[in-house]
């Protein structure tokens, strides 16, 4: 991503697209996100929770938390559901929680 800023920063400076009199500058500043290239493991109903966790956070905020129940993994996923406006649907909420229950 910073690449790309980087490079479109230069094509704009030097086709003057951006450098007009008096130009804004614009600053890239550096932000630590979490590691993204962590994976989650492969298990039944892995594309489902893929497909439903992984929009808004990478995988090592889940992979991060000690061995839960699924009682405890399916507040949580409310809370994502409640709290945080995530659109799961009802039919994936037990294929989830069967993935993220059977984590070691
Ligand atoms: C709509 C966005 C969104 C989706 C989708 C989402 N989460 Fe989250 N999740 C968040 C936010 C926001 C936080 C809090 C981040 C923070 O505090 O820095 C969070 C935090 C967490 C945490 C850390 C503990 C906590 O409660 O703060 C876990 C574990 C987690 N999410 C699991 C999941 C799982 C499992 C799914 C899929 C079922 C999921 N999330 C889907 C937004 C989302």
């Known amino acids: 991503m910073k690449h790309y800023l980087a490079a ?4 704009f400076t030097t086709t003057g697209v951006v450098n007009v009199a008096g130009a804004q500058r614009l600053k890239n500043m550096e932000i630590e996100f979490p590691p ?20 808004c956070h990478s995988a090592e905020m889940i992979l991060s938390q ?11 996923v409310t809370k994502m ?12 909420v ?7 229950a059977a984590l070691k």
Do not use: F, H
């Open 36 to 55: 993204d290239s962590v994976s989650l493991p492969a298990g039944p109903n892995l594309s489902v929770v893929n497909r439903n966790c992984m929009a």
């Open 8 to 11: 479109a920063l230069v094509i």
């Open 66 to 76: 000690p061995v839960l129940t699924r009682a405890v993994w399916a507040t949580e």
């Open 94 to 100: 037990g294929p989830i929680l069967d993935y993220l």
């Open 81 to 92: 559901r409640n709290v945080y406006k995530a659109p799961i649907a009802d039919a994936d």
